[in-house]
């Protein structure tokens, strides 16, 4: 691309980050403080668009950035500055009111949403998390079958379900022992998603008695799962976007908010990343996210990664203030969290 292509580029997605609107051929000729003609401001545009950087959307005369020309903007052409001392105290501060965990991760999720007027999320410390240690199936009367789950700090929870034919004692016990010696220590999180991937691969290795057993496994883990993996704040902030406003989009967000699962999906693969981690649309592999865009950075306590932390919001978010009061807010976290 030519040094006018990027500037260009640069220049769109400045304007739609601070308007939210389609920009025309002459706004940017206007913005980009050159002496071009509007048909060559369309030329430009036009070879932009044959990349998939920009796109027109419905008639308009305008474009928008697509997601590629997000990535190009923030991997070459943003420059965030860090924030200014003042800044960074007013946050501080935030964190200097309390020494409880789940305080301090409420602290964390409050301040990312109220500084970038974002969605804020932070996952709860990895060592503070339920662990499986023991499930145990019991036959019932006909066709059900009591699902007792032990977690690692004693708590128990049971669930009753209906299983397609009645299952022999013998053949339960059997269940319970392979889950207990396949999970046993394992966190919570990580055995859902384990056995949410055997359900959705080839079951030609597993006999009907396993496959049966990972059914009734998977359902007490969903419902004695800890619903709090993750602090969600500032949730409502994302209705002041147009792109989000929809009642059918806000849906599909509000209850992957409240059902928590995709998101702690996501957040886990960034859990080995180093620095701040960017999902632009479809990026994230989730379709409710393909508007939004997601900056995660990881929280660490003596070189031990405890969790992650960031910010919701459309793809037109300001980068440039998100991606360092996301960073900031995780060391931010962590210095407050060693000091316990």
């Known amino acids: 691309m030519s040094e006018r292509a990027l500037h260009f580029l640069k220049v769109l997605v400045e304007r739609h980050i601070r308007d939210g ?4 051929s002459r706004t940017l000729a ?19 668009e044959d990349l998939g950087l920009v796109s027109s959307p419905h008639t308009s005369a305008g474009r928008v950035p697509t997601a590629s020309g997000y990535r190009l903007f923030i991997d070459s052409l943003l420059k965030v500055s860090p924030l200014t001392e003042a800044d960074v105290e007013t946050l501080r501060s935030q964190f200097d009111r309390t020494t409880d965990t789940v305080n301090l991760i409420q602290t964390a999720s409050r301040a990312l949403s109220g500084v970038t ?14 662990v ?30 209906e299983t397609e034919q009645p299952l022999p004692a013998a053949q339960l016990e059997q269940a319970s022992n392979y889950l207990t010696q396949l999970f046993n220590g394992r966190e919570m999180h990580e055995v859902r998603r384990q056995l949410m991937a055997d359900l959705k691969r080839t079951h030609a290795h ?3 008695l396993m496959m049966r057993a990972v059914m009734m496994a998977q359902r007490v883990v969903e419902a004695a799962e800890h619903k709090d993996d993750v602090m969600i704040a500032g949730q409502t902030n994302l209705m002041e976007f147009s792109e989000l406003s929809s ?37 994230s592999g989730y379709e409710l996210l393909d508007d939004c865009s997601v900056v995660t950075a990881t929280y660490r306590v003596e070189d031990q990664v405890l969790g992650v932390l960031g910010v919701i919001g459309p793809t037109r978010m300001n980068y440039q203030q998100v991606i360092p009061v996301v960073d900031v807010t995780a060391k931010l976290l962590a210095a407050a969290l060693s000091e316990r």
């Open 30 to 48: 206007r913005d980009t403080g050159l002496d071009l003609s509007p048909a060559t401001v369309r030329n430009v545009m036009s070879d932009l």
């Open 21 to 24: 609107q389609p920009v025309g």
């Open 132 to 161: 499986f240690r023991q499930i145990e199936f019991v036959g019932l009367s006909g066709r059900r079958v009591l699902a007792i789950l032990v977690t690692g700090d004693g708590e128990v929870h049971n669930r009753i379900l």
């Open 206 to 208: 597993m006999d009907e």
């Open 117 to 130: 007027h974002l969605a804020g999320l932070v996952m709860v410390p990895r060592h503070e998390r339920e």
């Open 247 to 283: 009642m059918e989009r806000l849906k599909a967000l509000f209850d992957a908010f409240t059902e928590k699962r995709q998101i702690l999906d996501l957040l886990d693969r960034c859990i080995e990343a180093e620095g701040v981690q960017i999902f632009i649309g479809e990026e």
